[in-house]
């Protein structure tokens, strides 16, 4: 089971900090292209959730990895899981129906990761 979870944890840490970088590393303008959500966001709005998901992808691997707190790593899953609950609601209120399947995969990844390392 610790190999499952880690795995789970290098996939789910890796998907969130690419897109933590994304987030935080590119205008706001360039990133409508692809996530159509953005426009209904502020820009800092926009960089907040990619600061979130950046700390919350490194708070999946590292904790554990160096045994330092390593409590901090099911708190940082259940924190990812509720920024895709909150996402899937946003999608779900803007009509966006073809996206949630993403957010509820990332979701119960994350759900996993918690009652595993918890």
């Not at 990619?50 to 940082?76: F, K, N, Q, S």
Request: charged residues 10%; hydrophobic residues 60%.
């Amino acid at each position: 089971m610790n190999i499952v979870l880690w795995v789970l944890q290098i996939v789910l840490g890796a998907a969130f900090l690419m897109a933590g970088v994304m987030k935080t590393t590119q205008p706001k303008e360039k990133l409508a292209g692809n996530m159509t959500w953005v426009n209904r966001r502020s820009a800092g709005t926009v960089k907040f959730i990619g600061a979130m998901e950046l700390l919350g992808g490194l708070g999946l691997i590292l904790p554990w990895a160096t045994d330092i707190a390593p409590i901090l790593t099911p708190l940082a899953a259940v924190g990812l899981a509720v920024i895709m609950v909150l996402a899937i609601a946003d999608h779900v209120r803007a009509k966006e129906y073809n996206v949630i399947l993403i957010n509820v995969i990332l979701g119960a990844i994350a759900v996993i990761i918690a009652v595993g390392r918890f």
